[in-house]
């Protein structure tokens, strides 16, 4: 009878451990800051942790979609620190729960507080980052997987810090295919579609017009933020 029951607690012991692990392979291990947030205001906030270090970077969409701003810090599993690339002395400062946020922005010396809400979680995925593209110092393209609703939607956004500190940007919603190739259509009506091949670190793009004759602008770019997790 001691036989068994020494056994029996050992089959728990180890069927306790089993789903231990089980439990933690199938929770997500990405930053819960994650995702497209979408503010009181209407606005939408994007962000990217990597939660192997802290690094956060985060996009201001207006619901337009007309004059975004990029920012970039540090981030915990409960609060972001970040402050504009553009412009130094605006910053964004936010709290969060797994679907809840409160913050200020700061712009121009003025701020503001905000809350918002998860709108579109987050989707893992190995091309997720910020990628810096050939065609200048300043040119980045950031690269992220939403969940809608079940339907995984990428999402590209080509972004180029000007020296006036402005942004030159466009959004671009696709697929990305089994082969691991991205085609994508401007969101902004720019007329414009987008193509990237990835081979991580690294990828070929390029970007065409609708209107014809059809002219095409090639590039690569490297993977120098990767928010794989």
Do not use: H
Not at 157 to 173: A, C, G, P, R, W
Not at 189 to 207: C, Y
């Amino acid at each position: 009878m001691l036989k068994l029951l020494m056994r029996a607690v050992v089959f728990r012991r180890l069927s306790l451990a089993l789903l231990a692990l089980v439990l933690c392979a199938c929770m997500p291990a990405y930053a819960a800051a994650n995702g497209l947030w979408a503010t009181a205001g209407g606005d939408y906030l994007l962000f990217l942790q990597d939660t192997s270090n802290g690094t956060t970077i985060g996009v201001q969409v207006p619901a337009t979609l007309n004059g975004i701003k990029v920012y970039a810090g540090n981030g915990t599993d409960t609060a972001l620190n970040l402050q504009s690339l553009a412009n130094g002395s605006d910053k964004l400062m936010a709290s969060y729960s797994a679907s809840s946020m409160s913050g200020t922005l700061t712009s121009g010396g003025q701020s503001q507080a905000f809350s918002a809400s998860l709108a579109l979680a987050w989707v893992a995925n190995e091309n997720a980052g910020v990628w810096q593209k050939s065609t200048g110092s300043n040119a980045y393209m950031i690269f992220v997987v939403l969940n809608t609703g079940g339907v995984k939607l990428p999402l590209q956004i080509d972004l180029t810090i000007n020296t006036d500190k402005t942004y030159s940007y466009d959004i671009f919603s696709g697929t990305l295919g089994s082969n691991n190739v991205f085609n994508g259509a401007s969101l902004l009506a720019s007329g414009l579609t987008s193509r990237l091949a990835f081979t991580s670190p690294t990828l070929s793009g390029s970007t065409s017009t609708t209107a014809r004759p059809v002219q095409t602008t090639t590039y690569t770019a490297q993977q120098i933020i990767k928010i794989s997790n």
